[in-house]
T-cell receptor, first 109, second 117 residues
């Protein structure tokens, strides 16, 4: 089955700085790679995703890159704001998703 | 439009009891997924429905867990003889039909927090 590793487990940045979260996956059959943001006590919210036929995707301050050969993908958040503080999960799969263990991002004002 | 809804929001039960958790997907979404999330961890896949049939139930931990989706819309996750280790947030997600530009995107419900005493 799929195995997803996510790093770092915690990340603290100053407001305005960039944040990068990295994930690796094991199953070359996986073709869908979403990222979710989860605030305390709330549901996971899809913030961006990428499919295996694309190498990079950007949506305003958020970007995701995918390296299929190396089986890793990354989330980049630029100009971080305090409201970006949350736990971020990467996931990989075709239908059923395997999630990483999460990164707690703290943006210091 | 309305998102994925789940009931109840909280369920407290005693070890050995039977529980049912309900999920109402986004209208028109043909795919429905159940995950569970333990404290401090990412969601863990349980089962996936395409229409009425279970397309992949490889994540169900044992035969105490069962799920149905008889009319291709609402789904019920059933847990028999609950154990303390079943305590978690059970999340449901739905996904649009093939051919939609958003196919594959999974939208989560608020979850049911199950506590087994």
């Amino acid at each position: 089955g799929e195995n997803v590793e996510q790093h770092p487990s915690t990340l603290s940045v100053q407001e305005g700085d960039s944040a990068v979260i990295k994930c690796t996956y094991s199953d070359s059959a996986s073709n869908y790679f979403p990222w979710y943001k989860q605030e305390l006590g709330k549901r996971p919210q899809l913030i961006i995703d990428i499919r295996s036929n694309v190498g990079e995707k950007k949506d305003q301050r958020i970007a995701v890159t995918l390296n299929k050969t190396a089986k890793h993908f990354s989330l980049h958040i630029t100009e971080t704001q305090p409201e970006d503080s949350a736990v971020y999960f990467c996931a990989a799969g075709k239908r059923a998703l395997t999630f990483g263990s999460g990164t707690r991002l703290q943006v210091q004002p | 439009g309305a998102g994925v809804s789940q009931t109840p929001s909280n369920k407290v039960t005693e070890k050995g009891k039977y529980v049912e958790l309900r999920c109402d997907p986004i209208s028109g979404h043909t795919a429905l997924y159940w995950y569970r999330q333990s404290l401090g961890q990412g969601p863990e896949f349980l089962i996936y429905f395409q229409g009425t049939g279970a397309a992949d139930d490889s994540g169900l931990p044992n035969d105490r867990f069962f799920a149905v989706r008889p009319e291709g819309s609402v789904s019920t996750l059933k847990i028999q003889r609950t154990e303390r280790g079943d305590s978690a947030v059970y999340l449901c997600a739905s996904s649009p039909v093939a051919g939609s530009p958003h196919v594959g995107e999974q939208f989560f419900g608020p979850g049911t927090r199950l506590t087994v005493l």
